[in-house]
């Protein structure tokens, strides 16, 4: 069975089911399923998940990326910082990142307070985080390969005339 094509149908198509993958894949129902069952043991597959644009519904949700600045320790570098903070729930994704700052932190939260309180009273005070800089987002318009607003239509744009 071709791994890496079962990998990316689930990708871009998580809700697909053992049937049609089996289908698209030219393999019976029961290789999909212990293939899958291999995949999750050995956390290859580490989830299911659903794209929602918050903005359309009435949910309150700020999004914030964290840029933090620290200083790696001795004979650890990143790791036990990183575990200190992607421990806290507020934070949703934490990646070590090459350039200016060390590491980029998701966290969601109602408001901008709420986003601002987490970082004032927990992320900024770890040992070893030297800085923080948030940057809230105001709008999403692709994630995940998704467009979450319509390409505006050519023939609506007005004409300029001179």
Request: proline residues 2%; glycine residues 4%.
């Amino acid at each position: 069975m071709d791994e890496t094509a079962l990998l990316k149908l689930l990708e871009k198509h998580a809700d697909m089911n053992t049937c049609d993958l089996a289908s698209a894949l030219n393999e019976t129902q029961e290789n999909i399923l212990s293939k899958l069952n291999e995949l999750e043991q050995n956390k290859i597959i580490l989830g299911h998940h659903t794209l929602i644009n918050w903005d359309k519904t009435n949910t309150n949700r700020v999004m914030a990326l964290i840029e933090v600045s620290v200083m790696p320790e001795r004979e650890y570098g990143y790791d036990r910082i990183a575990k200190l903070i992607y421990r806290y729930p507020e934070v949703d994704t934490m990646y070590l990142m090459s350039g200016k700052s060390e590491f980029i932190v998701t966290v969601y939260g109602k408001t901008m307070q709420e986003i601002a309180n987490f970082v004032g009273s927990k992320l900024a005070c770890i040992d070893k985080v030297t800085g923080t800089c948030t940057l809230f987002v105001l709008k999403q318009y692709k994630r995940s390969g998704i467009v979450f607003e319509a390409e505006e239509d050519s023939a609506e744009r007005l004409l300029v005339t001179p």
